[in-house]
């Protein structure tokens, strides 16, 4: 079975500091990955996505990701916070064949201070 | 433009006084699903469905029915609403169940039931 791990439910920064949100997965089989964000009163969008090929990707409103097998991890970063930036992000895991569902992890609140 | 629309946005209701809450999507997906999201636990799939007349049980379906008549259309029904089942509520849709081409969530319906 898959699962996700997001450490730290909630992460504040100060405007223009590094992001960092960690994501550890686990799974049997290389996975397909992703980054969601929730802003206030809204609905989930998808930020990025890693499927195949190039293990750093990048996403919406500057925001990257690196997958590292190793680590079984996939961090979200951003270089400069924005204040525009605080939201819940969710880190989230699927098999690249079959029929397993979509599997979130209990998401990070990130929070920017100005 | 492509999108998942739940209604209502809000709803407050009393115990055991039957609701739905509906969703509907356009954009031809064959999979959509139900979540309930609470502080601390993240979201929790409730039902899916993977095409028309083929629904089944997510993580926690109790209190909760679904139904799928229309390909666009997987309205959520609570019989007889309790106030544990007060939560914010998102209908999913994708291509696919496993989600590698994203989930498309709609903006949430707010419960509260008293």
């Known amino acids: 079975a898959q699962s996700v791990t997001q450490l730290g439910s909630h992460v504040s920064v100060s405007e223009g500091a590094l992001v960092l949100l960690r994501c550890n997965y686990s799974?049997?089989?290389?996975?397909?990955l992703f980054w969601y964000v929730q802003y206030p009163n809204q609905g989930l969008q998808l930020l990025l996505k890693?499927?195949?090929?190039?293990?750093l990707v990048k996403g919406i409103n500057g925001f990257e990701a690196e997958f590292k097998k190793s680590e079984t991890s996939f961090h979200l970063t951003k270089p400069s916070a924005h204040m525009s930036d605080a939201a819940e992000y969710f880190c989230?895991?699927?098999?690249?064949?079959?029929?397993?569902?979509?599997?979130f992890g209990k998401g990070t609140r990130l929070s920017v201070i100005a | 433009e492509a999108q998942v629309t739940q209604n209502p946005r809000y709803l407050i209701t009393v115990t055991g006084k039957k609701l739905t809450v509906t969703c509907s999507q356009n954009?031809?997906?064959?999979?959509m699903s139900w979540y309930r999201q609470d502080p601390g636990l993240g979201l929790r799939q409730i039902y899916y469905?993977?095409?028309?007349?083929?629904?089944d049980k997510g993580d926690v379906p109790e209190g909760y029915k679904v139904s799928r008549k229309e390909k666009r259309n997987f309205p959520l029904i609570l019989e007889s609403p309790s106030p544990n089942q007060t939560s914010l509520y998102f209908c999913?849709?994708?291509?696919?169940?496993?989600?590698?081409?994203?989930?498309?969530f709609g903006s949430g319906t707010r419960l509260t039931v008293v």
């Open positions: 469905s993977m095409n028309v007349e083929v629904t």
């Open positions: 999913a849709s994708s291509p696919t169940r496993r989600g590698d081409y994203g989930y498309t």
């Open positions: 890693y499927t195949t090929g190039a293990t």
């Open positions: 954009m031809n997906h064959e999979y």
């Open positions: 989230a895991v699927t098999r690249p064949s079959g029929n397993t569902p979509l599997v």
């Open positions: 799974s049997s089989v290389p996975p397909y």
